[in-house]
């Protein structure tokens, strides 16, 4: 307060009164300050008055003490209008009163002239008492009265020399003011609403522009703290016109982009912070926004900042609209570089981890195969091992490789005693056109004693011994063990029409190279188990079947004779004058006439029937199912064949030879294999000693 400038205390001075009504708020304002006026003015007008030399005492005194009264009078109502006891008409009648002193004032020192001063002045007073009520007209025409009144006398004191002319005037006033206080007193009703609805107008107009005013100051400290907001936001904010050039950018979306001041940005296109690659698809984006009317879209996307780094911004972009009209666009962006680095690196981490992951797919797939692929070779080594033959071996190998070799073909081929030709002993797949033998000189692996590939992807010459395409697949693996090659195995791809070359693998290289070393382990082991077999059960010298072998076989013949009810011969053969034919041409000559006679022999007899060396110089047959008839036919053509070998031994034709025959039939001639033996036995004594030459039937 100690501060405040005299104005402002005196407009709080005035202000500060027990008056809530505007109206009569504003009146006792004015009135106050009018009075305050007045006051001023008489104590100067005294003061004057009694500085001035002319007058004498008694004229100061008077003029003192008639300025004093004035005082009083405007200093009252001053006082009580202060303490609120005027209001209304009170209020009125206080604001005609102090027009009195002023009125005295100006006709004492006849400043103006009387009868004009008085009827403006004393029609302001009826007019003020207009505006309150009849009682305050009534009390404003005495007043009126008494205002002329006292004009009068103070003008008769100033000047006795007033005139008849003078009162006169003053009634004719009087009369004048009552007039006129009878027209307003009819009209004052419409002339008091219409001011109080003009000043109720002014003060709702006073409050409209207050409450505007209020408004805009909100308005500017909301876009004032919007503004702060959005200049201490952590995201790039920023507005653009239709055509998409910025018209706003906040401080961290200029230091982001590399920019000094909003004025560097300010008109520049948009898509020009845009990498080259990405503007035209991003332009087709927000053109779409805009036309379809869609308030928000999110888009990411790589810009460019003035040094030409790349940052890549995720952001929200809304439409700025006047109503119904799009005036253009506005974003709120932030810097996803890192989170894009990071998903990135994730998706090159989930790339890695997909690819080690289909690694360990593939490697555990390659596992399972070749897991597989243990279990049909062991199995297959095992097959091998309880084999009894090639030809069973052939069987196991011909149902083990096609599992281990999907879609394709081949044959297991087995080189035969004289070592001249590869004889087939299991075929699988599209292989059964292949030869069922062929010479060693058309396998190119026989002659290398290697692996032999002939495929899209190797330059390696055809072999012989197939029909191939040249599209097709072809492998060739010997199969060699403990140094010396049994056979090859054989595999084939076929191509299918207007498919691509197939290709051996690596991996399935491998496989033949273990294959053909587990099969060519199992063929050994197979033919050496014969040779010790063979060397068990056959005659070294003639290559057939030895006595031990013979009985075994007979007790075998004679169950099943017995279980199909049929019958069961034998033959015994005996070489006429062996003895001597040694003596005339020595053991060697002997035993060369041993091994034609059992090649004779093995060729003369069926597949089920078995030909043996009995011990020396005699042989046994044994022969199923023929009767004792047959039997001697059977006997007569070996007699007679016999005599046509021809026997050679260093160089020299041997003598011919004769046979003597002996026949048995079981159960004819015994009932069991031993006692049809030893009848046919028998009968081989009885034809020597007949003479030699000829066939004898037991019995």
């Given at each position: 307060?100690?501060?405040?400038?005299?104005?402002?205390?005196?407009?709080?001075?005035?202000?500060?009164?027990?008056i809530?009504?505007?109206?009569?708020?504003?009146?006792?304002?004015?009135?106050?300050?009018?009075?305050?006026?007045?006051?001023?003015v008489?104590?100067?007008?005294?003061?004057?008055?009694?500085?001035l030399?002319?007058?004498?005492?008694?004229?100061?005194?008077?003029?003192?003490?008639?300025?004093?009264?004035?005082?009083?009078?405007?200093?009252?109502?001053?006082?009580?209008?202060?303490?609120?006891?005027?209001?209304?008409?009170?209020?009125?009648?206080?604001?005609?009163?102090?027009?009195?002193?002023?009125?005295?004032v100006?006709?004492?020192?006849?400043?103006?002239?009387?009868?004009?001063?008085?009827?403006?002045?004393?029609?302001?007073?009826?007019?003020?008492?207009?505006?309150?009520?009849?009682?305050?007209?009534?009390?404003?025409?005495?007043?009126s009265?008494?205002?002329?009144?006292?004009?009068?006398?103070?003008?008769?004191?100033?000047?006795?020399?007033?005139?008849?002319?003078?009162?006169?005037?003053?009634?004719?006033?009087?009369?004048?003011?009552?007039?006129?206080?009878?027209?307003?007193?009819?009209?004052?009703?419409?002339?008091r609403?219409a001011?109080?609805t003009?000043?109720?107008?002014?003060?709702?107009?006073?409050n409209?522009?207050?409450?505007?005013?209020?408004?805009?100051?909100?308005?500017?400290?909301?876009?004032?703290?919007?503004?702060?907001?959005?200049?201490?936001?952590?995201?790039?904010?920023?507005?653009?016109?239709?055509?998409?050039?910025?018209?706003?950018?906040?401080?961290?979306?200029?230091?982001?982009?590399?920019?000094?001041?909003?004025?560097?940005?300010?008109?520049?296109?948009?898509?020009?912070?845009?990498?080259?690659?990405?503007?035209?698809?991003l332009?087709?984006?927000?053109?779409?926004?805009?036309?379809?009317?869609?308030?928000?879209?999110?888009?990411?996307?790589?810009?460019?900042?003035?040094?030409?780094?790349?940052?890549?911004?995720?952001?929200?972009?809304q439409?700025?609209?006047?109503?119904?009209?799009?005036l253009?666009?506005?974003?709120?962006?932030?810097?996803?570089?890192?989170?894009?680095?990071?998903?990135?690196?994730?998706?090159?981490?989930?790339?890695?981890?997909?690819?080690?992951?289909?690694?360990?797919?593939?490697s555990?797939?390659?596992?399972?195969?070749?897991?597989?692929?243990?279990?049909?070779?062991?199995?297959?080594?095992?097959l091998?091992?309880?084999?009894?033959?090639?030809?069973?071996?052939?069987?196991?190998?011909?149902?083990?490789?096609?599992?281990?070799?999907?879609?394709?073909?081949?044959?297991?081929?087995?080189?035969?005693?004289?070592?001249?030709?590869?004889?087939?002993?299991?075929?699988?797949?599209?292989s059964?056109?292949?030869?069922?033998?062929?010479?060693?000189?058309?396998?190119?692996?026989?002659?290398?004693?290697?692996?032999?590939?002939?495929?899209?992807?190797?330059?390696?010459?055809?072999?012989?011994?197939?029909?191939?395409?040249?599209?097709?697949?072809?492998?060739?693996?010997?199969?060699?063990?403990?140094?010396?090659?049994?056979?090859?195995?054989?595999?084939?791809?076929?191509?299918e029409?207007?498919?691509?070359?197939?290709?051996?693998?690596?991996?399935?290289?491998?496989?033949?190279?273990?294959?053909?070393?587990?099969?060519?382990?199992?063929?050994?082991?197979?033919?050496?188990?014969?040779?010790?077999?063979?060397?068990?059960?056959?005659?070294?010298?003639?290559?057939?079947?030895?006595?031990?072998?013979?009985?075994?076989?007979?007790?075998?013949?004679?169950?099943?004779?017995?279980?199909?009810?049929?019958?069961?011969?034998?033959?015994?053969?005996?070489?006429?004058?062996f003895?001597?034919?040694?003596?005339?041409?020595?053991?060697g000559?002997?035993?060369?006439?041993?091994?034609?006679?059992?090649?004779?022999?093995?060729?003369?007899?069926?597949?089920?029937?078995?030909?043996?060396?009995?011990?020396?110089?005699?042989?046994?047959?044994?022969?199923?199912?023929?009767?004792?008839?047959?039997?001697?036919?059977?006997?007569?053509?070996?007699?007679?064949?016999?005599?046509?070998?021809?026997?050679?031994?260093?160089?020299?034709l041997?003598?011919?030879?004769?046979?003597?025959?002996?026949?048995?039939?079981?159960p004819?001639?015994?009932d069991?294999?031993?006692?049809v033996?030893?009848?046919?036995?028998?009968?081989?004594?009885?034809?020597?000693?007949?003479?030699?030459?000829?066939?004898?039937?037991a019995?």
């Open positions: 307060m100690k501060n405040e400038s005299p104005v402002l205390r005196l407009r709080a001075w005035l202000n500060n009164i027990p809530r009504d505007p109206i009569e708020r504003r009146i006792a304002t004015l009135l106050q300050v009018v009075l305050i006026g007045l006051m001023v008489v104590v100067l007008a005294t003061l004057f008055l009694v500085a030399p002319a007058l004498s005492f008694q004229e100061k005194l008077n003029a003192a003490l008639n300025d004093l009264f004035g005082f009083l009078v405007v200093a009252l109502p001053l006082i009580l209008l202060r303490r609120g006891y005027f209001r209304g008409s009170a209020l009125i009648i206080i604001a005609i009163l102090f027009i009195t002193p002023t009125l005295a100006l006709v004492v020192f006849d400043l103006l002239n009387s009868g004009g001063i008085l009827f403006q002045f004393t029609l302001a007073i009826l007019l003020a008492g207009l505006l309150v009520s009849r009682r305050a007209l009534a009390l404003t025409f005495v007043l009265a008494a205002v002329v009144g006292f004009a009068a006398l103070r003008g008769q004191n100033a000047a006795p020399q007033l005139t008849r002319a003078s009162l006169e005037t003053a009634a004719n006033f009087i009369l004048f003011n009552g007039l006129i206080a009878l027209f307003f007193d009819r009209f004052g009703i419409v002339l609403a001011l109080k003009a000043l109720e107008r002014e003060s709702d107009l006073k409209e522009i207050n409450e505007r005013r209020h408004a805009e100051i909100l308005l500017q400290e909301s876009e004032a703290r919007y503004r702060q907001i959005v200049e201490k936001a952590s995201d790039i904010i920023y507005r653009t016109d239709e055509s998409g050039r910025f018209t706003y950018v906040n401080q961290i979306g200029l230091r982001l982009m590399g920019f000094d001041a909003e004025t560097d940005v300010l008109g520049r296109r948009f898509l020009e912070l845009v990498r080259s690659d990405w503007r035209h698809a332009k087709r984006f927000y053109d779409r926004q805009f036309l379809a009317q869609t308030e928000n879209t999110y888009q990411e996307f790589p810009a460019l900042t003035t040094d030409g780094a790349i940052v890549w911004l995720g952001q929200n972009v439409l700025l609209r006047e109503g119904e009209r799009v253009g666009f506005q974003a709120v962006a932030r810097d996803i570089t890192k989170r894009r680095q990071a998903q990135k690196a994730l998706e090159e981490a989930n790339l890695e981890l997909r690819a080690a992951k289909n690694e360990i797919e593939h555990l797939f390659e596992v399972e195969e070749r897991k597989q692929e243990l279990t049909v070779l062991s199995n297959l080594s095992e091998l091992q309880m084999s009894n033959s090639v030809t069973e071996a052939g069987e196991a190998i011909s149902r083990a490789i096609p599992v281990l070799f999907p879609h394709y073909g081949g044959t297991l081929y087995v080189i035969n005693s004289s070592h001249d030709l590869a004889e087939s002993i299991a075929v699988w797949g599209d059964l056109h292949n030869p069922a033998s062929f010479a060693i000189n058309d396998c190119w692996a026989l002659r290398r004693g290697d692996m032999h590939i002939t495929d899209f992807g190797h330059t390696n010459p055809l072999c012989t011994h197939g029909n191939y395409h040249p599209r097709d697949a072809s492998l060739c693996a010997p199969l060699s063990a403990q140094g010396e090659t049994l056979g090859i195995l054989h595999i084939l791809g076929r191509h029409a207007n498919s691509a070359s197939i290709n051996i693998s690596k991996t399935q290289e491998l496989l033949a190279r273990t294959v053909s070393d587990h099969i060519a382990l199992g063929l050994s082991n197979i033919l050496l188990r014969e040779k010790l077999h063979n060397q068990s059960i056959r005659d070294p010298l003639t290559g057939l079947f030895n006595r031990r072998y013979m009985e075994e076989t007979l007790e075998r013949e004679v169950r099943r004779a017995n279980r199909m009810g049929a019958s069961l011969g034998i033959i015994i053969v005996d070489i006429d004058h003895k001597l034919f040694n003596d005339t041409f020595s053991h000559a002997g035993d060369a006439l041993l091994r034609e006679l059992g090649a004779f022999l093995a060729l003369s007899i069926r597949g089920e029937d078995v030909a043996c060396r009995y011990g020396g110089e005699e042989f046994a047959l044994i022969l199923p199912g023929l009767d004792l008839e047959m039997m001697k036919a059977r006997a007569e053509l070996l007699r007679e064949g016999a005599k046509h070998l021809r026997v050679h031994y260093r160089g020299e041997l003598d011919k030879v004769t046979l003597s025959l002996g026949v048995a039939i079981y004819e001639h015994g069991t294999g031993e006692n033996l030893h009848e046919a036995d028998a009968a081989l004594y009885r034809a020597k000693r007949e003479g030699r030459d000829r066939v004898v039937a019995g």
